[in-house]
């Protein structure tokens, strides 16, 4: 597979060239630059109202300001590095996994499984289960 590195101010994405080929990995790989950018407001763009993001074992959000907090809190750290290795997209349901490097080292690997409330090219994130597993740790 191919990738695409872009430099985004301090931050370093790593994506398969294919991501264009589907608008709701446009979208997924957007929202996940925007979430290790703390752009708060693309983020909160691309949820509904009634949103739950669920980390598996450890904590489950409700509402766009909480999904926020968590996200946060997941990532205490600014991202120096985001590599997506794969983006799955099949109707509402998507996936997206890879694993990032923060400033302080720490890394962490991921896959979000996201729904979304419709399978138009306008959908938003209607629900999402993660699994983050850290790598290292300094």
């Not at 590195?5 to 790593?14: A, P």
């Not at 752009?39 to 598996?56: H, I, K, Y």
């Not at 694993?99 to 979000?112: E, G, M, P, Q, R």
Request: net charge negative; with cysteine; aromatic share 8%.
């Amino acid at each position: 597979m191919k990738y695409i590195t872009s430099e985004l101010d301090d931050l370093t994405v790593i994506y398969p060239t294919d991501c264009g080929n589907a608008p709701k990995k446009v979208v997924l790989k957007d929202f996940h630059i925007a979430v290790h950018q703390n752009d708060e407001a693309f983020v909160l763009n691309n949820l509904t109202e009634d949103s739950t993001w669920e980390v598996v074992g450890r904590i489950k959000a409700i509402g766009g300001e909480e999904i926020v907090g968590v996200l946060q809190q997941l990532y205490p750290s600014s991202t120096k590095i985001l590599r997506i290795t794969h983006i799955i997209t099949h109707g509402k349901t998507t996936a997206i996994h890879g694993d990032v490097t923060l400033n302080n080292d720490d890394s962490y690997a991921f896959c979000h499984v996201h729904i979304f409330n419709n399978a138009s090219k306008t959908a938003k994130i209607k629900e999402t289960t993660s699994y983050i597993i850290q790598t290292k740790s300094i």
